[in-house]
């Protein structure tokens, strides 16, 4: 998969071994730590042609991370959009930028369905998936609590035939 385009402010690259100190101060959760986060997200580059890519600004200041990960839930797998922003740098619209970024490039990808798994006391992220277009699908169990479900489809529309009355052709 292709890398998203840079934004106004932001730019994307694959994750590295030697990002680990960036990624430690984020508040990424979960039990693979700093470490097993790099491991897992170079797994994915390999295995699904995307994975989570760090996001920095046009002058090379680390602003946290975004991308594509597969997730089950319950049961099925579905690509997912993740982000993280430093703490330091939440509130300014990085992680909406950096989402609307990656929604785009999976759509170009051809990828049809898109979802976030999000915490319900997690508004920010909330808003965030509200906009780049996902909505409120469903309310899971998922890692050892209630996790909701926004989604979006992105196919393309289907170009429907346009109707003629028929009495309006000119001969």
Same mark, same amino acid.
């Given at each position: 998969?292709?890398?998203?385009?840079?934004?106004?402010?932001?730019?994307?690259?694959?994750?590295?071994?030697?990002?680990?100190?960036?990624?430690?101060?984020?508040?990424?959760?979960?039990?693979?730590?700093?470490?097993?986060?790099?491991?897992?997200?170079?797994?994915?580059?390999?295995?699904?042609?995307?994975?989570?890519?760090?996001?920095?600004?046009?002058?090379?200041?680390?602003?946290?991370?975004?991308?594509?990960?597969?997730?089950? $839930?319950?049961?099925?797998?579905?690509? &997912?959009?993740?982000? /993280?922003?430093?703490?330091?740098? %939440?509130?300014?619209?990085? !992680? *909406?930028?950096?989402?609307?970024? $990656?929604?785009?490039?999976?759509?170009? &990808?051809?990828?049809? /369905?898109?979802?976030?798994?999000? %915490?319900?006391?997690?508004? !920010? *992220?909330?808003?965030?998936?509200?906009?780049?277009?996902?909505?409120?699908?469903?309310?899971?169990?998922?890692?050892?609590?209630?996790?909701?479900?926004?989604?979006?489809?992105?196919?393309?529309?289907?170009?429907?035939?346009?109707?003629?009355?028929?009495?309006?052709?000119?001969?």
């Amino acid at each position: 998969m292709v890398i998203p385009a840079p934004t106004t402010r932001l730019r994307f690259r694959e994750m590295i071994e030697a990002d680990l100190p960036d990624i430690a101060i984020l508040e990424i959760g979960g039990s693979r730590g700093p470490d097993g986060w790099i491991e897992w997200t170079r797994r994915n580059y390999e295995h699904h042609g995307f994975g989570l890519w760090v996001i920095e600004t046009h002058a090379g200041d680390f602003v946290g991370d975004c991308g594509l990960t597969m997730q089950e $839930v319950e049961g099925d797998w579905f690509v &997912e959009v993740g982000w /993280h922003v430093r703490c330091d740098l %939440r509130r300014q619209a990085y !992680a *909406s930028e950096a989402a609307k970024a $990656v929604r785009a490039a999976a759509s170009a &990808e051809g990828i049809e /369905h898109l979802i976030a798994i999000i %915490r319900p006391a997690n508004v !920010a *992220s909330q808003r965030v998936a509200a906009n780049i277009g996902l909505a409120l699908e469903r309310e899971v169990h998922k890692n050892g609590g209630p996790a909701l479900v926004f989604s979006a489809d992105l196919r393309p529309p289907q170009h429907q035939a346009s109707y003629v009355n028929p009495e309006s052709r000119t001969t």
